[in-house]
Every structure is written in structure tokens, then in C-alpha cells.
């Protein structure tokens, strides 16, 4: 696999995953229905800068498993790979028929500046384990021979930061009928089975891959 081909493949695949409704979109999308754009803006920045620290934590990680065992990065391919198919299986035998948005905000936190939705999304990113568990099983599968591991590997969570940055803007920019197609039990089931198809793919494709 090429440069560009890993590029180009990653950042379909980047986009797909934006658009799947999750924790994030929910987060947007009741802020901006309920707080006001600007209080989005503010928590989306926030889930994107999440997704840099993550991203560079996992970066640092797989190169330096890289520099010290091809075994363990082997074992960690495999892991991942089963990782991958498992959500995909999940996704496809039991797709959500349901997408809720108007979670209740912390009463103390819904009077304060901007700032501290800021401050919200990117805690609700970082303390959240699974999406640490996600790059480091996603990422390495589009890093091609001969790059820098590491330096790679962050530059495809920055298109993910950057492709969840673009898919905020525009829920925020269309909250009232974005929100009406992502309460509809098709949608739902149709993305999370589009999602499921796309997790075992990268998930065979990761299996199948020699380093």
C-alpha cells in the first residue's frame, strides 16, 4: 500500500466513522439544540482536541512497539483484528433503532462560560478508554512501509480530528433537521450496519497484512 492510497482509504474511512452517530454527536447535537452554537463549537473543539491526545499517545506507543518487538506488534495486529470484526458483528446482528440527543447536562455546568463545554468534550474524549483501544487497533493497519511510524500515525488522527471538525460544523449548522434523520430508526440501523461492514473489512484487512 502506497502513500496515497493509505490517504485516500483513510480518510473515507475517517468520514464514515464521523457521520456514525455516537457519544460525540450526541454531545453536539443537544448542545447546539439546547446551549446555542456556540457552546457547540466549544465542545466540538473539544472532542477533536481529545482526539489529538489520544492520537499522539497511541502514536508514541506503536512506534516505540514497533522499535522494540515484532512479536508483540504482531500479537497487538491480531488482537485488534478480532477487536474490529467483533464491534462489526455487534453492529450488523443488533443495529440501534434509536439515536437519543437530549441527554440532561450537568446543572452546573449549563450556566457557565463557553469555555467549559470546551472543557466537557474534551474530558468526555480522553476519559474515554475505548477510543484509545480504537486507534490503537485502527490506525496501524493504514501505516504503509517505509514512513515514520509514529510521526504517521498522528498525522491519520488529525484527519480523523479534522473529519469529526467537518461533520460538527455541520450538525451544528442544520441542528433541527439533522437531528430529525438521525432519530430515525433506518438511518440508525443503516449506518451502524455500514459502520458494521466497515470494521470487519479493516478488520480482515488487518489479520491478512504482513508487516
Not at 484509545?132 to 484527519?159: C, N, R, S, W
Request: hydrophobic fraction near 55%.
Amino acid at each position: 500500500m502506497t502513500v496515497t492510497q493509505s490517504l485516500l482509504a483513510f480518510v473515507v474511512a475517517a468520514f464514515i466513522l464521523a457521520i456514525t452517530p455516537g457519544i460525540d454527536t450526541a454531545m453536539v447535537l443537544r448542545t447546539s439544540a439546547l446551549e446555542g452554537p456556540r457552546r457547540a463549537g466549544f465542545a466540538a473543539v473539544g472532542i477533536c482536541l481529545g482526539c489529538l491526545v489520544w492520537g499522539g499517545a497511541v502514536a508514541l506507543g506503536l512506534g516505540a512497539l514497533l522499535a522494540a518487538s515484532q512479536v508483540a506488534y504482531t500479537v497487538l495486529s491480531w488482537a485488534g483484528a478480532a477487536y474490529l470484526v467483533w464491534l462489526g458483528i455487534g453492529l450488523l446482528w443488533k443495529p440501534r433503532s434509536r439515536f437519543v440527543a437530549e441527554e440532561a447536562a450537568p446543572h452546573a455546568e449549563v450556566h457557565r462560560g463557553a469555555t467549559a463545554w470546551l472543557r466537557r468534550g474534551l474530558l468526555t474524549n480522553v476519559l474515554n478508554p475505548k477510543v484509545g483501544v480504537f486507534y490503537v487497533t485502527f490506525l496501524p493497519q493504514f501505516v504503509p512501509q517505509g514512513v515514520p511510524v509514529m510521526a504517521y500515525t498522528f498525522l491519520l488522527a488529525v484527519i480523523h480530528a479534522v473529519a469529526g471538525a467537518v461533520w460538527f460544523a455541520l450538525l451544528i449548522g442544520v441542528t433541527a433537521p439533522l437531528g430529525r434523520i438521525l432519530r430515525r430508526p433506518a438511518f440508525m440501523k443503516t449506518m451502524d450496519r455500514l459502520t458494521g461492514c466497515v470494521f470487519i473489512a479493516f478488520g480482515a484487512k488487518l489479520a491478512l497484512s504482513r508487516r
